[in-house]
């Protein structure tokens, strides 16, 4: 749907309020020589499209390696889309946690659901867990889940998981007889 700011009345009234026949009046006392000519531009991009080209312009100046990242810890390079951004800053989104009042939590609880279902057909899965605290509950319990869904009792973990992810998920199998192999 277009945004339309003003009704062709609107237009009308405002334009008769200022003594004149149409929106092309308003440019007359700016020089022709001045005005904007038609500008001739390259079809439009998608924002990944776009991201890219600035980043190929960009990698004439660059000084480091293009893929050199310090984060670590399963935090690499890959693009969001900004729109991703805008979601996340949602209300629904701010916390793991489900608000108690329930007339309030009904977004969250929607989202989550939708999210399960989601994931539960993507991956053909019966089941998807949701509302997790962090990336190393969510690996433990994502282990918990594979192990009761292959009945095994070995899981590997590769050697470059941050160690914090590696003591969660060694708390969470505790007891259970889980061997953890990296």
């Known amino acids: 749907m277009d945004y339309t700011p003003h009704t062709e009345e609107d237009v009308a009234t405002m334009l008769d309020a200022l003594r004149l026949n149409c929106i092309s009046d308003l440019y007359k006392p700016i020089p022709e020589s001045l005005r904007l000519k038609d500008l001739d531009l390259p079809t439009g991009m998608t924002e990944i499209e776009a991201t890219r080209l600035v980043d190929s312009i960009a990698a004439d100046t660059a000084k480091t390696a ?45 989202v989550i659901f939708e999210f399960q279902t989601m994931m539960c057909e993507l991956t053909g899965m019966e089941v998807a867990n949701a509302s997790m605290y962090d990336g190393s509950s969510a690996l433990a319990e994502a282990v918990l889940m594979a192990v009761r869904i292959r009945s095994g009792d070995r899981v590997i973990l590769p050697r470059s998981l941050h160690p914090f992810y590696r003591q969660v998920v060694e708390t969470y199998t505790t007891g259970i007889g889980l061997e953890i192999v990296t």
């Open 66 to 110: 293009p893929d050199l990242s310090f984060l670590g810890a399963g935090a690499y390079d890959h693009f969001s889309p900004s729109v991703v951004d805008a979601m996340i800053s949602r209300g629904e989104f701010f916390t793991a946690y489900t608000p108690y009042q329930p007339e309030v939590s009904q977004g969250t609880l929607r």
